[in-house]
């Protein structure tokens, strides 16, 4: 059985806790239920992650790429939060890797501020996924599942 690695990026541990017009009432625990679910269903062991941390991605990357090679890994999904528009870091790991990846976001980045057009994330992604809310999570699952 190959894994699904769902990479979650800064402040995504405080859903739940306020904007709930933007990002609903789920908390992360509940995402995790939902992509549990989701992986059960389509024949995947779940890998799923917080980070505040930049480099803690970039470092979850690299260990994604290997396990992807060893044949072990299906790919990764990231929610790389508000460094989906800064970081030039997790664009080379991802690109530097070789690793699949689907960009989600929970929000429609395209229908809010103009800083949130721009990703850093989109170039090197194979799929990207925005406003569906946290449902998003298990379309991005069942999408990993049909690349396999
Ligand atoms: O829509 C998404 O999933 C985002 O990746 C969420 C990021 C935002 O910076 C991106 O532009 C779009 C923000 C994640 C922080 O989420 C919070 C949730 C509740 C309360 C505070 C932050």
New binding site residues.
Partial sequence: MKTALILNG???N??????PTV?GTHTLDDVKALCDAACASHGFALDFRQSNHEGELVEWLHEAGRLQAAGQLAGVIL????Y??TSVALHDAIKGTGVTLIE????N?HA?EPF?HHSFISPAAKAVM?GFGVQGYALAVAGLAGLK
């Avoid at 405080?14 to 904007?19: A, F, N, S, Y």
């Fill in positions: 800064p402040n995504l405080l859903l739940g806790t306020r904007e990002y929610n790389a939060g508000a989906t528009h989600l976001h929970i929000s980045v809010r949130r925005a």
